[in-house]
């Protein structure tokens, strides 16, 4: 499945799994962290910007490419768990001011309450077992359902991150669940967001979710796809790639690649996603250091070798967090700022680029998937 000789290194794996393992502890605590007590100020849906189209129109390049014409750079970026309110109200402003659409992968047991946890089982566990938080109270639910809102208004997608965070550690976790299993999982994040869209407002269902990315960037793909093509997904951001690389169609699904880039303040290569950062940049200690800078410096590389090489969508991952004193956030929040207006640029979402690479000559397309993927120098 991973697709490099780099990634296959032992000590890279040996990283890699370090770095997964203490996630799940990190996420453990921290997640719970998200909902803010008794914050009633969901936020209305922010108006459309004087430069984007008109609700449901596309935009500009939304379009065949023109003979001898680049595509556009993309620019993906993504957050699981999308629960924070905090998170929501900052990113959602920001993606206004700079034209962005971007990506929310929501863990379904947000839209749970604590109290309702037991509604949830995840595959080989106990009722109401999470290595996440659930929702917290009514009112933070309601909050949640707001911003969700708020969200699709203005043309961001919602995507998956799944429901209880079960990674390697938190027995069975994602890796090692079958097609029932995953099937089990998909089927009650479904019935979360069916109940919310019912019973709460949510103005989301189930049929509008169409792909997501898997709790520590695990699973077994052979056993986790069968479930998501049967509940009509097509896309998944969950696998590694070797730089960065343009999305490849895997058993029916759209596999968008997390990007195994160098870290110029490492002189390693990390899989470009906020805890694999945090974990080889710091150790996962508190210490902020420079990690919002040099996690800055990786996407603004990353970025350059694809805008001057193959031009492959560029996926930034991230949770909704504060870790490190909010070091990754701070980068995503800055990256976004700066990148989004960049003439060439497009931030957009998964069914966005898929509805776009579905609109260009396959041969066209060909030719710069057979580039070799953009490397971080
Ligand atoms: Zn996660």
Redesign the pocket.
Known sequence: MFPSRAVRRPGTWLAVAVALVL?VVL?VHL?RGHPEPGSAAGGAPPSTSATAPPAGQDPAWMRPLRPGEKPPQFVLFSF??AGSHDHWSRYLALAERVHAHFSG?L?GIYLLTDEQRSRYTGPGHKPGAAS?GFGGSAAEVATRVRDLNAAVAAGHQIGT?YNG?F?TGAEPSVGRWTTPGWAGEIGQFSRFVDDAHEHLGLHLSAKDVTGG?T??LEGNWAQAFPAMRAAGYTFDTSQPSDGVKWPTRLDGIWEFWMPYVQVPALHKKVIMMD?NLWYQLGHAKNDTGQYAQATLETYRGAYRAAFDGNRAPLVIGN?FNDWAGGAFSRAAEGFMGEVCTKPETVCATYAEVTKWMSLQDPAVLDRYRAMPPAQVR
């Open positions: 996630a996420i997640d699981d768990g992968l863990s996440i991150h965070h990674c990315r709790p520590c805890y949770h």
